[in-house]
């Protein structure tokens, strides 16, 4: 009998038993996890010296020290700490991101236009306006301009979804989307240098063995608190027996966490269909990450969104700058990224040519400057926060309340959450503050 099961291994279940742990030394934890490898989405591989984080860029940063230092301790001053130098590609210009604090790289009267229907957006904006969705959020925050060229074409490339049918939730999470100051939009189409989203203006990232360190860190620690790890164990059923929880009809629990998909976790514990019904509603994309190595070094860039329906993948990074361990020397590496609705079927091999293709089209990489490539599929890349996803996400999430079982992170909670997010949200769970 344990006094807590953590369902899922991952960023989230890894976090809530440090967390718990730390403050209750006497709780008896077990961590479950049906892969051999744990991680989750923040895994790395390294192949022939290339380091390559297989879920795609991921970098350390946070507008809440208290949270940041946490996660920093994790690598044991193993990190590199980076000025942001990322970009957004439209047309042919790259314009620092965010777009509106790098209008200055535009050509005149492209700047005069975005100012100018910024402006408009602004000015036209009740105090108590209340976008419907995402398409009126954009619109109403940043204008036609900004809009129309880069942040409509982006998240329907992200997200594979009529921005109509999306939700608002998610982009009012502090430190998720940058909010335009206008004075600093003003000076940017003046010719003035200014910082957006300045939380992640600066970040970090782990010096040795990709980002998966980071996990490593937490997991080592939790380890020696006494934390017991079970993976490669495949859950078949969650049932209530007096008092108690009972796992495959095996393994017993005072207390069960769950960072396991939402829509997974109801179908172990012989949920009502009505829920089982609604658990089917909850949307997500997969998500396609290729690495690419590369016989030339990278240009001063960390990562560039790509917001043109013509080109497959919608942001590349230059993972070999995030550490200069990343890669052999002369040598440097990308991240290519694309997602996939849940319902659409891909030919692997086929996409990857397509990106390969894309790359080169856009003059980042010539042919003969591929070493080699690889990629990974995952089926949970990115919750997708529709209107009608989220009416199901709040009818399964209250009934698995109910039921007396706690959800955590970004697919327990079935919300687009950051590491630092997701730490933020359990310790608040927990009723503790950093």
Not at 114 to 130: H, Y
Not at 167 to 181: A, Q, S
Not at 204 to 221: H, M, V, W
Request: charged share 25%; hydrophobic share 40%; net charge positive.
């Amino acid at each position: 009998m344990f006094s807590i099961v953590i369902l899922g291994g991952g960023w989230a279940g890894l976090v809530y038993a440090l967390e718990l742990r730390q403050r209750f030394p006497g709780t008896d934890v077990l961590v479950i996890d049906k892969l051999t490898r744990l991680g989750g989405l923040l895994r790395s591989e390294i192949v022939n010296g290339f380091t390559f984080d297989i879920g795609g860029s991921h970098v350390i940063f946070s507008s809440n020290r208290e949270i940041l230092s946490k996660m920093l301790n994790f690598l044991n001053n193993g990190f590199v700490k980076h000025e942001r130098r990322s970009f957004i590609r439209i047309g042919n210009a790259l314009v620092l991101y965010p777009l509106e604090n790098g209008l200055y790289a535009l050509p005149l009267e492209d700047r005069v236009e975005a100012l100018i229907t910024f402006l408009e957006a602004q000015i036209s904006r009740m105090a108590d306006w209340k976008p419907r969705n995402l398409n009126e959020w954009i619109h109403g925050f940043f204008g036609k301009w900004i809009a129309e060229k880069y942040l409509v074409p982006y998240n329907r490339k992200v997200w594979k979804r009529d921005l109509g049918e999306i939700d608002v939730d998610w982009v009012y999470t502090p430190g998720r989307l940058p909010i335009p100051n206008w004075r600093d939009v003003v000076k940017s189409a003046m010719g003035i240098i200014t910082i957006g989203y300045s939380e992640q203006a600066v970040f970090y990232y782990p010096s040795i063995g990709g980002i998966q360190s980071l996990y490593n860190g937490i997991a080592r620690e939790i380890q020696s608190l006494g934390v017991k790890f079970l993976s490669g164990y495949v859950i078949e059923s969650i049932r209530r027996v007096g008092d108690e929880w009972v796992i495959n009809g095996k393994i017993k629990a005072r207390s069960i966490v769950s960072s396991i998909p939402l829509n997974e976790l109801v179908t172990y514990m012989d949920a009502p269909e009505s829920v089982i019904r609604s658990s089917r509603r909850l949307d997500y994309n997969r998500v396609f990450v290729i690495g690419v190595a590369l016989n030339k070094p990278a240009p001063n860039q960390h990562w560039v969104y790509v917001p043109s329906d013509d080109v497959v993948f919608h942001r590349y990074a230059w993972i070999s700058n995030y550490s200069p361990h990343n890669a052999p020397r002369g040598r440097s590496s990308l991240l290519l990224e694309i997602t996939i609705p849940r319902w659409e079927t891909v030919n692997e091999e086929d996409l990857m040519n397509k990106a390969l293709r894309d790359l080169v089209r856009l003059g980042v990489v010539n042919e003969g400057d591929v070493l080699f490539t690889k990629y990974w599929l995952h089926e949970y890349g990115y919750p997708v926060h529709t209107i009608e996803s989220n009416r199901a996400r709040d009818e399964v999430i209250s009934w698995v309340k109910e039921q007396g079982i706690t959800l955590i992170g970004r697919w327990g909670c079935w919300r687009y959450w950051n590491t630092d997010k997701i730490y933020e949200d359990i310790i608040k769970r927990m009723s503790l503050k950093p």
